[in-house]
């Protein structure tokens, strides 16, 4: 895609799509399945997979499934097809999810080194991993897959050719360093970062986090540091409620909404397992208020043709190196972005009477003990004085999340309108 050129800014929305109703926010729940070792590794990591699938499905929610040639290749000789099956029956999204390793024979599956990797030897590689699954259901289109590493020039050629529509994630790192956040939107990828190219027609990209409950460094040495941990997860997930609840309020162009997250085979054990139950309960009473759903990557696609057919040359998602923050509230993201010397995290939800969302949220160093409590608040419509005297008396500081312009107000009439506020001692 390289001959493309990114158009979004280029745009003239007509007034006819500007009355839309914004659609729930989609929630992805993706789990890789990594090389395997050994027949009793398989074992393992296909059980954590139908532990994972327990919580999820406890909760209305679907998994998006993306597995490396030799997890297929098991599943083929352990009789595991039908159980696969089972998973597309129920919702659920397969793709693959090919590292650089390659098929020499059974289950001899060596790392391809990277002064090996030409673009015939990698065009080989996809076509083990894609064969293993595409031979377990054949029946079954493969639109989904995940490549580790291999973003170079026959990138976008494969895709095609290998008939994959769905770029599971993917420059975690790029967003986190220009947006402090990840993407709040599927997205037609350009050839490039999170540059966006409309005449893009191979495959969109369905974002999500890294291994949650981690906060690390994450991709190519030294690694870009993303925090994934639940509680600072549901801040993210507030920030793009916000942006959403924001173009629904003031008739901005109907866009397709996106938050994800991730997990693997082996990594999630009994701990792991817990906390993704805790994101699903706090997620809920989102999804029961019709601000978000639980969808498969297939089911976002979907969502997002649909849209994209209705919106002809409109962006949903636009960023090149250089732009403007693209979302409504800068500020805020700068004020709530995790690093490897920040934390954010939310502590929980404030009572402030109806109309009024508040949540609590601790910010600080990452190791220390220098923390700050802050108050994220908006309300559902209008603008009112919320006394927040008996959390915090005397004077507070309340910063604007779009601008960042801060005032002082007493804790007896702390203003707070739709657009969020974020409140300090």
């Known amino acids: 895609m390289t001959a493309r050129f990114a158009l979004a800014w280029l745009l003239v929305v007509p007034t006819a799509l500007l009355a839309e109703e914004q659609p729930p926010i989609d929630i992805v729940f993706k789990i890789h399945l990594e090389p395997q070792s050994t027949r009793e590794a398989y074992r393992k990591r296909r059980d954590d997979v139908e532990a994972v699938r327990a919580i999820a499905e406890a909760h209305g929610a679907r998994l998006s499934i993306h597995g490396n040639g030799e997890f297929w290749e098991y599943s083929r000789e352990e009789g595991d097809a039908p159980l696969v099956r089972a998973w597309i029956a129920a919702g659920h999204h397969v793709g693959v999810h090919m590292h650089s390793v390659y098929r020499r024979g059974p289950h001899d599956w060596p790392q391809l080194p990277t002064a090996q990797q030409t673009a015939d030897r990698i065009r080989s590689l996809w076509q083990d991993h894609s064969d293993a699954l595409r031979t377990l259901v054949p029946e079954h289109a493969i639109q989904g897959a995940t490549p ?3 973003e170079g020039g026959t990138f976008d050629t494969l895709m095609q050719s290998f008939g994959f529509s769905i770029l599971g994630g993917g420059r975690h790192e790029i967003a986190s360093d220009l947006l402090g956040h990840p993407p709040f939107n599927p997205w037609r990828p350009g ?13 969109l990209i369905v974002f999500h986090c890294p291994q949650i409950t981690e906060a690390k460094p994450h991709g ?3 690694g870009t540091f993303q925090d994934a941990t639940v509680a600072h997860l549901q801040v993210e997930f507030l920030q793009v409620l916000l942006e959403r609840e924001r173009e ?10 996106l938050f994800g997250f991730l997990t693997h085979d082996n990594q999630s054990p009994a701990e792991t397992r817990a906390e993704i139950e805790r994101l699903f309960t706090w997620l809920d009473p989102f999804v029961r208020a019709g601000q978000a759903r639980y969808a498969s990557f297939d089911e976002v696609a979907a969502s997002f043709l649909d849209w994209e057919a209705r919106h002809p040359g409109v962006s949903s998602f636009h960023y090149q190196a250089g732009d403007p923050y693209p979302y409504s509230f800068p500020a805020l993201a700068s004020a ?3 690093s490897s010397s920040q934390v954010v995290d939310l502590l929980g939800s404030v009572e402030l009477g109806s109309g009024t969302s508040a949540y609590r949220l601790l910010r600080g160093t990452r190791s220390g003990t220098e923390k700050e409590e802050l108050l994220l608040a908006w309300r559902a419509a209008g603008s009112a004085n919320v006394d927040l005297s008996a959390l915090w008396p005397g004077s507070l500081r309340v910063m604007d999340g779009a601008s960042g312009r801060e005032e002082t107000a007493s804790a007896t009439a702390v203003p707070v309108g739709p657009d969020p506020v974020l409140v300090r001692r």
Do not use: I, M
């Open 248 to 257: 629904a309020r003031t008739g901005g162009v109907a866009k397709r909404w």
């Open 191 to 203: 050839a490039a970062g999170l540059e966006e190219d409309l005449s893009n027609r191979d495959y």
């Open 336 to 338: 709530l972005h995790a």
């Open 148 to 150: 580790f590493g291999f």
């Open 220 to 222: 190519p040495q030294p």
